[in-house]
T-cell receptor
Framework: DTGVSQDPRHKITKRGQNVTFRCDPI?????LYWYRQTLGQGPEFLTY????????KSRLLSNRFSAERPKGSFSTLEIQRTEQGDSAMYLC???????????????FGPGTRLTVL | AQTVTQSQPEMSVQEAETVTLSCTYD???????LFWYKQPPSRQMILVIR??????QNATENRFSVNFQKAAKSFSLKISDSQLGDTAMYFC????????????FGKGTKLSVIP
């Protein structure tokens, strides 16, 4: 059973460029989550999907951020016109989706570390 | 608003000794779940232990146990027989059970196990 995978693991970009990250959840996991973790902080929720439907978005997810999960499998997170404040670790998690809310354990991927110069 | 507070930014423990990490949280809900996640250096976050608020019995997973004090809104993690592999950031997290899927994390406690 492979875990959650994320690609790339590291991304360095210049301010103003667009970047896209990919997350592959654990096979058969229906729910997929994105979090952002800045240095010295715990992860902060960005958004989550139930299959292909994006059901919840944090106010942290500005209009420069967009997430998709087109076929209910992998997901992408795109950041347009990156800013230095976007520098962070972007974490993806998935869960089985057979139970609701906190009963559904979230399993995390290794993250994509974004550095905006 | 939900908040999670970890008051110990860093802790250290001798190998084979016991250490307790503190966590308090704030919620007005009665149905919620509490978690401890471990994030080793440069490795992914893994779940250590979870506690359902409606359960009075404290959760235990091998060397890891919690002290859940619902009235005090306290959720501490005890690690017994500490091992070098326990060196990591430990995050306390919280989620409302009634249809919420957002994990709210504390800032973490950096635990170092000293040989």
């Amino acid at each position: 059973d492979t875990g959650v995978s994320q690609d790339p693991r590291h991304k360095i970009t210049k301010r103003g460029q667009n970047v896209t990250f990919r997350c592959d959840p654990i096979s058969e996991h229906n729910r997929l989550y994105w979090y952002r973790q800045t240095l010295g902080q715990g992860p902060e929720f960005l958004t989550y999907f139930q299959n292909e439907a994006q059901l919840e978005k944090s106010r942290l997810l500005s209009n420069r951020f967009s997430a998709e999960r087109p076929k209910g499998s992998f997901s992408t997170l795109e950041i347009q016109r990156t800013e230095q404040g976007d520098s962070a670790m972007y974490l993806c998690a998935s869960s089985l989706g057979l139970t609701s809310g906190g009963a559904d354990t979230q399993y995390f991927g290794p993250g994509t570390r974004l550095t905006v110069l | 608003a939900q908040t999670v507070t970890q008051s110990q930014p860093e802790m250290s423990v001798q190998e084979a000794e016991t250490v307790t990490l503190s966590c308090t949280y704030d919620t007005s809900e009665s149905n919620y779940y509490l978690f401890w996640y471990k994030q080793p250096p440069s490795r992914q976050m893994i779940l250590v232990i979870r506690q359902e608020a409606y359960k009075q019995q404290n959760a235990t997973e091998n060397r890891f146990s919690v002290n859940f004090q619902k009235a005090a809104k306290s959720f501490s993690l005890k690690i017994s027989d500490s091992q070098l592999g326990d060196t990591a950031m430990y995050f306390c997290a919280f989620i409302q059970g009634a249809g919420s899927y957002q994990l709210t994390f504390g800032k973490g406690t950096k635990l170092s196990v000293i040989p």
